[in-house]
């Protein structure tokens, strides 16, 4: 089993799209209208995306773990280290890192102030 897809309200499609493209190397899958005629875009790889939706009226994200709901998704990345200069590059500071068995991980939040962690695996090593 995978996860496909995490279906996201963004204030900005066109916005959040280059954001994950730029950080994650990310491309744009589909791009167009969601049923009720907000702007869309699928941004992934050929495995799975992230469905951005465009809220006509957006409010601000909420990080209230306290709270029932989405707290944060993660991304496994091959080298930590290129995702941190990626994320610094746009402006974003990471925040919360941990190194721990099995890896390493930061998070950080995106232009909306939604929570994302990435995360680097530490290299299995085989018994022989």
Not at 15 to 26: E, I, P, Q, V, W
Request: hydrophobic letters at 35%; a negative charge.
């Amino acid at each position: 089993m995978i996860l496909e897809h995490v279906n996201m309200t963004v204030s900005d499609v066109e916005r959040s799209a280059k954001f994950y493209g730029d950080l994650l190397g990310l491309e744009i899958r589909w791009r167009g209208e969601t049923a009720n005629g907000w702007p869309a875009i699928h941004v992934g790889d050929q495995r799975s995306y992230l469905a951005l939706f465009q809220s006509p009226s957006p409010t601000p994200a909420d990080e209230d773990y306290a709270r029932v709901g989405l707290n944060h998704f993660g991304f496994v990345v091959d080298d930590l280290e290129t995702a941190k200069a990626r994320l610094l590059k746009l402006g974003v500071l990471p925040r919360a890192e941990h190194d721990y068995e099995p890896g390493k991980r930061f998070y950080f939040c995106d232009p909306d102030g939604i929570e994302v962690e990435l995360i680097e695996y530490a290299p299995q090593t085989s018994e022989t």
